[in-house]
């Protein structure tokens, strides 16, 4: 069920398309379902993941869990459905020892901690690898585990945790971290006593974690709000359960960053707009219209774009993810929007690549000074990573001529097919063999 391999070999070639129309869905959230896959360590018995996006970063995770003990199995979804079905059946036999080669592959595999630590009491485990952004550090994971009574040292081979059973604490984050928020629910989910984690992050991913780990027996108020507070239960409380992903919003901003680019009158079925307010906003500044319809939402594009300034925030700010995509259209757009990156301050290296495609990008600290030319010219260009990579095929469809994408893997990641998806609102997009003579 992979995206297709070896993804080394391969490109995606686009070319000038538009308008688009008809439909596309969007599948499950990799940043909800590499964590909701983490939860199952947590509770024996046979769990079912639904709406699953079919991406490389999944695969990665299975193969991790499978490491530690889990086993796993993809499943086609019945008609009708997207994505696939992943059954993880978790008998207790778990070796909480994340081996290196994988560990170090996955950002996500960071998500283990929590888990491990609290039910098993030890980790060992490769410091995380994914998306190169900089400096990704963990402090804020490892600082409230260590308030709740963990022991860790860090060595080049690994993170070594110990600890006896965890204790509820009060918890203050610096920054509203999401994969810290992650760890540290997960962990108080068997800890002793109430954990209150206060600046805590509100991604719909992670209120997506939380319904799960509550309809697994969990206590836990808050979710969503920048205050949870989770009530540690005992072992035996926990029991599996069947949850379908929330949608991929950061996929369906990606369709309907193309119709903003190449025009035309989209349905994005299961799109959810209440998880993207900012974007819509910010779209609707530029000339792009996006709104709601039963199942989804329509995105309708029919003139040029008016550029507008954009400051990454955390949920439910402008998301970070989003970016590369409105970069993109602001290079085509009319006049010129300052971007500012208050994340990752290594999050613009695929400015190179836009450049490539005749975009007037300056970077300046952390903003992208972005001067629209109008037209945008085809070019071979690199994905440098899930995000930038995909908003590189999305600018191959706006530009004029033929643009060649390579280091496709990294789009594999995360995005469930997105060759297909486009070709099916008319794109004039492949995915080709370099191996076949390409
Ligand atoms: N940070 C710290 N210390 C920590 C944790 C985070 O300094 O202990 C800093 C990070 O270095 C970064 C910022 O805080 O500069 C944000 O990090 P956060 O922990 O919120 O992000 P994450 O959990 O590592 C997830 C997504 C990212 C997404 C960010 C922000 C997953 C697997 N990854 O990362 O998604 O950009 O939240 O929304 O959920 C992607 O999907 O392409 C992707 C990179």
Do not use: W
Request: hydrophobic share 45%.
């Amino acid at each position: 069920m992979s995206n297709g391999s070896p993804a080394g070999d391969d490109v995606i070639v686009a070319s000038t398309s538009g308008p688009l129309g008809g439909e596309v869905t969007v599948p499950g959230a990799k940043n909800s379902v590499l964590k909701l896959m983490a939860a199952t360590l947590l509770a024996d018995g046979r769990h079912l993941l639904t709406n699953v996006p079919v991406i490389d970063d999944v695969e990665i995770m299975s193969d991790l869990l499978r490491a530690v003990g889990l086993r796993i199995e993809q499943i086609a979804a019945p008609a009708g459905e997207v994505g696939q079905h992943l059954e993880i059946v978790n008998t207790g036999a778990i070796t909480p020892v994340a081996p290196f080669e994988v560990a170090d592959r996955i950002r996500a595999s960071v998500n283990l901690v929590g888990p491990l630590l609290t039910r098993f009491g030890h980790i060992d485990i490769a410091l995380p690898g994914g998306d190169d952004f900089g400096g990704r550090p963990i402090d804020m994971h490892l600082r409230g585990l260590e308030k709740m009574g963990a022991e860790f040292q860090v060595t080049p081979e690994g993170l070594f945790g110990r600890c006896g059973r965890l204790q509820g604490a009060a918890i203050e984050f610096d920054f509203p971290s999401v994969g810290a928020t992650e760890n540290i629910v997960m962990a108080a989910v068997l800890a002793e006593g109430v954990t209150v984690i206060t600046n805590a992050a509100r991604e719909p991913e992670i209120v997506d974690l939380c319904d799960m780990l509550r309809r697994m027996g969990a206590r836990i108020e808050g979710a969503g709000t920048d205050i949870i507070t989770v009530t540690g239960v005992e072992q035996s409380a926990l029991h599996a359960v069947t949850h379908e992903v929330v949608t991929d919003r950061v996929q369906a901003a990606t369709y309907m960053a193309a119709v903003a680019m190449c025009k035309g009158d989209v349905t994005v079925r299961r799109a959810n707009l209440e998880h993207m307010g900012m974007l819509v906003e910010r779209f609707g500044e530029m000339g792009v219209s996006v709104t709601p319809v039963e199942g989804g939402a329509r995105v309708v594009c029919e003139g040029g774009l008016t550029s507008v300034n954009v400051s990454t925030l955390p949920y439910p700010g402008f998301a970070t993810d989003y970016k590369p995509l409105v970069v993109a259209m602001l290079a085509m757009a009319d006049g010129t929007g300052i971007v500012t990156e208050n994340l990752y301050p290594g999050r613009f290296r695929y400015v190179e690549e836009l450049r490539k495609l005749g975009a007037e990008i300056d970077i300046d600290g952390h903003h992208a000074v972005v001067r629209g030319v109008g037209h945008l010219r085809g070019a071979i260009v690199n994905a440098p990573d899930i995000r930038a990579g995909a908003a590189l095929v999305v600018a191959g469809l706006a530009a004029q001529g033929i643009t060649e994408i390579r280091d496709v893997h990294h789009i594999d990641r995360g995005y469930d097919d997105i060759v297909g998806r486009l070709s099916s609102l008319g794109a004039s997009v492949s995915r080709i063999r370099r191996s076949a003579g390409v």
